[in-house]
Each structure stands twice: as structure tokens, then as C-alpha cells.
């Protein structure tokens, strides 16, 4: 293997063993469980092309785990004295947040609209049968429901539809 051996990541006993059950949960996220793979096979010692070939990921994506773990080094073992090292884990194999501007309207605004939407025009003395998307982002700002919102807003999330929900009644009755 040519260019410089990876500086190593140490694993406890506890890591590596959390790291394991990780792998072979069925209801890990397989995202997840293959960044729990590249941990352990850097624990063992192994250089990031071969673990990139083996797993088919990128080799930048190997030394980007290896490196987010050795840089959490200490807040493993003071998490791991405290008993409380399996949370971390599952915290450092997470995806970090992203960049980018926050969400403009709550889901729970969002549910609103769609309330909204559903009601006749007429209970809300508008002089229309249906709403249109003027209407109805009109309505919302006259609720303070939002703050504001252009009717194309409106339009488009009512474009998405319902969430598909299973034809079969899940509830008791």
C-alpha cells in the first residue's frame, strides 16, 4: 500500500462490543451499520483503501469516520467511565447536522393549512365555494396561523397530497 499508515483509532472492550451489536441489529439504519463496519475495521488496524474496497465506499468516507472518531477519543472514555458510552456512540455515528436555512413553517403549521383546506370557505366568510390558493394563504395570515405565506406556498404543499397511509383500518373498533 503506498502513502502513510492511518494514525490508528483505539476500541475498548465496551466500543467495540456496542459497535458489533450495532452491526447485527436488524433494525439498525444500514447507514448506520456501515459506518459501525468502517470503526471496526480501523480499530483492527486495517488502512482506508482496503476498507473502502471492502465495504464499496469511498476512501474519503472511511478516513472521514476514522477521523470523527479519533477526534471524539476523549468523550468516549469519559462517557464510558459514566456508563453512558452506548448514547455517544449512536450520537457519533449520526449523520452531523447539515448547513442551510431552517425550515420556514412548523409541521405543526403545515397540519393547520391542511385543517384549514378542509373546511368550507363559506365557515370562514369567504365568498367562494372552493379554496384557491390566494384564498387560503389569505385565510392562514388572517388566523396567525403563519406570519405570511404566498399562495404559491400553499399551492405547492397542497400539491404533495396526503401521506399514503395503508388501505387496511389499523385502529380497534
Do not use: Y
Amino acid at each position: 500500500m503506498r502513502g502513510p499508515r492511518p494514525e490508528p483509532i483505539g476500541l475498548s472492550g465496551t466500543q467495540q462490543q456496542l459497535l458489533e451489536q450495532i452491526v447485527r441489529r436488524t433494525s439498525s439504519a444500514q447507514a448506520i451499520v456501515m459506518r459501525a463496519r468502517i470503526i471496526l475495521a480501523a480499530g483492527r488496524g486495517e488502512r482506508n483503501q482496503p476498507i473502502a474496497q471492502q465495504l464499496q465506499v469511498a476512501r474519503l468516507t472511511v478516513q472521514t469516520w476514522r477521523a470523527r472518531w479519533r477526534a471524539a477519543a476523549n468523550r468516549l472514555q469519559v462517557a464510558e467511565a459514566k456508563g453512558e458510552v452506548e448514547a455517544v456512540i449512536q450520537e457519533l455515528l449520526e449523520d452531523a447536522p447539515r448547513s442551510g436555512a431552517p425550515a420556514t413553517f412548523t409541521p405543526e403549521q403545515l397540519c393547520q393549512l391542511m385543517v384549514v383546506a378542509c373546511e368550507k370557505p363559506e365557515a370562514s366568510g369567504r365568498p367562494v365555494t372552493h379554496w384557491t390558493p390566494p384564498e387560503l394563504a389569505d385565510e392562514l395570515v388572517k388566523r396567525e396561523i403563519v406570519k405570511q405565506i404566498s399562495p404559491r406556498s400553499v399551492g405547492r404543499f397542497l400539491k404533495r397530497g396526503p401521506a399514503q397511509t395503508p388501505f387496511v383500518n389499523l385502529l380497534a373498533e
